[in-house]
């Protein structure tokens, strides 16, 4: 069984530059069964860390199995939304970028 944080150390190897340009957010994971993480995207340049952001552009919270489908690509984004298995606060169009932003 994988931990949520080489989960999230899976999601920096795939992150795509190109898809980040000009783009300036916080992405705030609240993991229920797992921790809290964050990451932060600043014109090209991504940066994950455990914990709290003071002012996260978006928070989604959902379950380590869920990010781990996700990442691994068994399970979109937009169908952990539809399927109710992520609440999203926040810009839901930020949210939907995720993919773009981690498909290496």
């Known amino acids: ?22 783009l300036n957010v916080v992405y705030q994971f609240e993991v229920v069964d797992g921790g809290n993480y964050f990451i932060a ?15 996260p552009s978006i928070t989604l919270t959902l379950d380590s199995d869920t990010v781990a489908c ?7 984004s937009v169908q952990a939304f539809m399927f ?3 609440r999203v606060k926040g810009d839901i169009a930020l949210a939907k970028r995720l993919a773009a932003l981690f498909s290496a």
């Open 1 to 22: 069984m994988q931990t949520v944080a080489s989960t999230f150390d899976r999601m920096a190897e795939k992150f795509y530059p190109p898809a980040a340009l000009g």
């Open 41 to 55: 995207i600043n014109d090209g340049t991504c940066t994950i860390a455990c914990g709290d952001h003071d002012t």
């Open 70 to 76: 996700v990442v691994e690509g068994s399970l979109s």
């Open 84 to 86: 109710g298995k992520v």
